[in-house]
């Protein structure tokens, strides 16, 4: 994990983060969200991964992260998932 960006958002209470990974094919949203709770030290709900790119014709891959400081303030900031069929 090569961090090439790291920007403490106060307002939000949170760290956005954007960092590079060399895999030989997509290591996935799941394990960079482990990787990414394990690098900084904090619980696996806190971190939001935003977007996975690939550098086509590479073995890079570009994540950008949101690693909040509670669990309660991911849940105020972030969207609600919709739920097919449900009504407001």
Do not use: W
């Amino acid at each position: 994990m090569n961090i090439v960006k790291d920007f403490r958002n106060d307002l939000l209470k949170r760290k956005e983060v954007l960092f590079s990974v060399k895999a030989n094919s997509n290591p996935g949203i799941a394990k960079m969200q482990q990787d990414c709770a394990h690098h900084f030290k904090t619980e696996l709900d806190n971190v939001v991964i935003k977007g996975l790119r690939n550098n086509f014709g590479t073995k890079e891959f570009s994540v950008e992260a949101f690693v909040y400081d509670s669990v309660q303030d991911k849940i105020g900031i972030e969207p609600k998932k919709k739920i097919k069929g449900e009504k407001k």
